[in-house]
């Protein structure tokens, strides 16, 4: 079996999907935290490796940019390959001032200004809830591990938010008791195709660039930096 974006068969992929964006952070997750892995998918570059974490089995698949590719692969990896749980672990811009580069936040609640939902499914959405069973896990792994973890509401964008004309004007459009801690570009589409197909998703990102501060991540520390979060992610599996 397999799909136009997909070739795995079924079997190849866990019950549990870790996704990152970006393909070559997946081959770094897997090479640096699994045993025994295997690449099952390399179609368009999107690579997806199964191994096993503590032994555990665990499958990590890059997402690509942009709700349209998350919402591609989520679907697919929920719809046909019986995935179960999928938790996004990325990147993000800050909102407030007191999160620095690296640190962890914990999305609960996701709103975009998108028509994914309405595309997909005739329904205007715009706000969509992570799974509150997932987020627990997540929680309480953290605390486990003192682990310090921004738990709150994002936005997700369309477009890259330092690329906005004028991001103060986005901000003031959203909802004012969102009261959002910071922007990605995924999230709304993951949580939205879970909903749709009655599976769970979560959201762990990194605080890479803020409105707060200069520092930016470079594209390596973007690779390499985030093992924190990354473990948190795995550590966090092993109690499914």
Do not use: W
């Not at 698949?61 to 990325?90: D, H, Q, T």
């Not at 990147?91 to 939902?117: H, M, Q, R, T, W």
């Not at 995924?186 to 197909?197: C, G, P, R, S």
Request: charged share 20%; with cysteine; aromatic share 10%.
């Amino acid at each position: 079996m397999s799909t136009p974006h997909n070739e795995a068969n079924l079997g190849d992929i866990a019950k549990t999907v870790i996704m990152p964006g970006d393909p070559l952070r997946a081959k770094y997750i897997a090479e640096t935290f699994l045993d025994e892995y295997k690449l099952v998918n390399s179609v368009r570059g999107m690579y997806a490796f199964t191994g096993k974490y503590k032994g555990k089995e665990i499958t990590v698949m890059a997402s690509g940019m942009g709700m349209p590719s998350m919402g591609i692969y989520s679907y697919e990896l929920y719809k046909f390959y019986e995935v179960e749980n999928i938790i996004r672990i990325g990147s993000c811009g800050s909102y407030k001032p007191e999160l620095k580069l690296f640190d962890i936040i914990l999305s609960e609640n996701v709103y975009s200004e998108s028509n994914f939902a309405l595309t997909l499914n005739n329904e205007d959405c715009h706000m969509v809830s992570s799974d509150k069973y997932l987020d627990n896990i997540i929680i309480n792994t953290a605390k486990e591990n003192n682990i310090n973890l921004y738990v709150g509401n994002t936005v997700c964008t369309d477009c890259f938010d330092v690329y906005m004309t004028d991001v103060n004007k986005f901000l003031n459009r959203i909802p004012k008791e969102l009261n959002p801690i910071s922007a990605e570009m995924e999230a709304f589409a993951l949580f939205y195709v879970a909903k749709v197909l009655n599976k769970k998703a979560a959201c762990l990102m990194s605080v890479v660039d803020s409105k707060y501060i200069t520092d930016v991540a470079t594209p390596e520390e973007r690779q390499t930096g985030l093992n924190n979060m990354i473990k948190l992610s795995l550590d966090s599996i092993l109690k499914l």
